[in-house]
């Protein structure tokens, strides 16, 4: 189960098969399409630090069996400005860059870079708590970009590689957007929404504490099989 902004236009929806079991040419499936509206899209608000709460309608054309929704957040991204080296164009493990985020109740890790002040070609990777690869960008440029959904709790080393540094070295910005904790909550979610059916939650968040800013969270939701099926962003000002 998949899903993707609706927008006007004609969508093409694409089946892949990577394996069959070799008994026949063809095999035949079945599948669904629907619409889904979340109202509102995003949840915004501002005011001084405290609590605060807005629902979220949610209709549905198809049916949506063991819903979850969870919230996510609250927090900033962070944009540093750092140095990278010729490195080893064959060789991701000779990074000249490395740092370490640390995720706990996570729902989505995004880092980028960008900017290179002589217009290097820098690569980014970025590993699990288990030292395992999950996720690299390598496009013949310095802008990066990379994404890990439901990231697990535990330390992600993201390493910049310098690929090509006609300087020998240079410096870029590399942004850390880590969407984790637990100021966002969500109350009042079914267990099971009907093809046809509509469902009302409750987003709700806890600011106390926090300077004066704009802070970032997110509310995943989906059947358990999909749970981050549907995004709502959550911004909230604190004044």
């Known amino acids: 189960m998949v899903s993707a902004p609706a927008q006007e236009g004609l969508h093409g ?33 501002s005011g001084p630090a405290g609590t605060g709460s807005m629902k979220v309608t949610i209709s549905s054309e198809l049916e949506l069996p063991l819903f979850t929704a ?15 080296y010729q490195d080893d164009p ?37 590993y699990g708590p288990d030292g395992r690869l999950l996720a690299s960008s390598t496009t013949p440029i310095d802008e990066e970009y990379v ?30 957007n880590a969407v984790q904790g637990y100021d966002v909550t969500v109350s009042d979610v079914p267990s099971h929404i009907p093809a046809g059916g509509t469902a009302t939650l409750t987003v709700q968040w806890d600011t106390t504490g926090k300077a004066p800013g704009t802070y970032y969270g997110l509310v995943l939701m989906g059947p358990i099989t999909a749970p981050g099926l549907l995004e709502v962003p959550v911004e909230i000002v604190v004044e």
């Open 13 to 45: 929806i694409l089946l892949h098969q990577v394996k069959v079991d070799g008994t026949a040419l063809e095999e035949w499936f079945g599948g669904a399409v629907g619409m889904v509206t979340v109202d509102p899209g995003a949840v915004s608000a």
């Open 70 to 84: 969870e919230g996510f957040g609250l927090g900033t991204p962070v944009t540093t400005r750092e140095t990278v």
């Open 90 to 126: 064959d060789d991701p493990a000779t990074a000249s860059f490395v740092t370490t985020v640390d995720i706990e109740h996570g729902a989505r890790l995004e880092v980028s870079t960008c900017c290179s002040a002589g217009g290097s070609d820098i690569d980014l990777y970025v």
């Open 147 to 176: 994404s890990i959904l439901f990231p697990e709790d535990g330390t992600y080393t993201i390493a910049v590689h310098g690929w090509s540094v006609p300087a020998g070295v240079d410096t870029f910005d590399l942004t850390i």
